[in-house]
C-alpha cells in the first residue's frame, strides 16, 4: 500500500476530447509526477510539481497540464484527444527527504476512441 | 540525458530455479537506480533502490541486486523464483539533480514467466 490513490481507475473518451485525471498522496508528499505507460511499454515521465509548482517537463505537448493543490491532490489534465493518448497515466509521489524514490498509484487506463 | 536497456523482453524460468534481470544504463552523471515491479492491471511496486554506499542492495520478496559502475549495469536477481513472481520488471534510473525534477527514465521492462 503506498498512499497514492488515482480515479477513476477506467475512462473511455472519444477523440478531441477533454480528460482530467486525479491522483491523491498522503501528508508529507509535496511532490508529484506523472507517466504515460502505453501498451507493453515502460512508464514515460510527463511532468513533476513540487509545491503547486511545475518544476520539470517531459517530452510531452502543452496539451498535457496539470495542477497541484495543498491538500496533497493534483490534476492531469489532457485536450484535444488523440488515439495514440490511450494509455495507463500513473501518478507518484516523494516526499522531501531526497533519494527520488517515487511511490505509485494503481494508474488510471484512458481509451480514446 | 540517461537511457535505460532492458536487455530481455520475456524470461521464463522454472519454479524454485535462480533468475537474473538484466539492466543497463547510460548517464553521463551520478545516478540512483531502481527496480520496480508491475503485477496485471496493477501500479508500480519498488522492489529495490541503489543511492549511494554497498553496490550490493536487498529488496523485498527476497529480490537483490548489484550496481556495477564500470559496467553500468544493475542486474536484479532472486535465487529461487516462486509462481507468485510472474509480473512485469522494470528497471529505472534518475539523475542525482538535488530535486528529481527530470523524473524516473524507465526501460521496456521485462516478463518474468514462471513455470511450474
Known amino acids: 500500500e503506498t498512499g497514492v490513490t488515482q480515479s477513476p481507475t477506467h475512462l473511455i473518451k472519444t477523440r478531441g476530447q477533454q480528460v482530467t485525471l486525479r491522483c491523491s498522496s498522503q501528508s508529507g508528499h509535496n511532490t508529484v509526477s506523472w507517466y504515460q505507460q502505453a501498451l507493453g511499454q515502460g512508464p514515460q515521465f510527463i511532468f513533476q510539481y513540487y509545491r503547486e509548482e511545475e518544476n520539470g517537463r517531459g517530452n510531452f505537448p502543452p496539451r498535457f497540464s496539470g495542477l497541484q493543490f495543498p491538500n496533497y491532490s493534483s490534476e492531469l489534465n489532457v485536450n484535444a484527444l488523440e488515439l495514440d493518448d490511450s494509455a495507463l497515466y500513473l501518478c507518484a509521489t516523494m516526499n522531501d527527504r531526497g533519494g527520488n524514490i517515487q511511490y505509485f498509484g494503481a494508474g488510471t487506463r484512458l481509451s480514446v476512441l | 540525458a540517461q537511457s535505460v536497456t532492458q536487455l530481455d523482453s520475456q524470461v521464463p524460468v522454472f519454479e524454485e530455479a535462480p533468475v537474473e534481470l538484466r539492466c543497463n544504463y547510460s548517464?553521463?552523471?551520478?545516478?540512483?537506480l531502481f527496480w520496480y515491479v508491475q503485477y496485471p492491471n496493477q501500479g508500480l511496486q519498488l522492489l529495490l533502490k541503489y543511492l549511494s554506499g554497498s553496490t550490493l542492495v536487498k529488496g523485498i520478496n527476497g529480490f537483490e541486486a548489484e550496481f556495477n559502475k564500470s559496467q553500468t549495469s544493475f542486474h536484479l536477481r532472486k535465487p529461487s523464483v516462486h509462481i507468485s513472481d510472474t509480473a512485469e520488471y522494470f528497471c529505472?534510473?534518475?539523475?542525482?539533480?538535488?530535486?528529481?525534477?527530470?523524473?524516473?527514465?524507465f526501460g521496456k521492462g521485462t516478463h518474468l514467466i514462471i513455470q511450474p
Open positions: 529505472a534510473v534518475s539523475v542525482d539533480s538535488g530535486g528529481g525534477a527530470d523524473g524516473l527514465t
Open positions: 548517464s553521463s552523471v551520478s545516478v540512483y
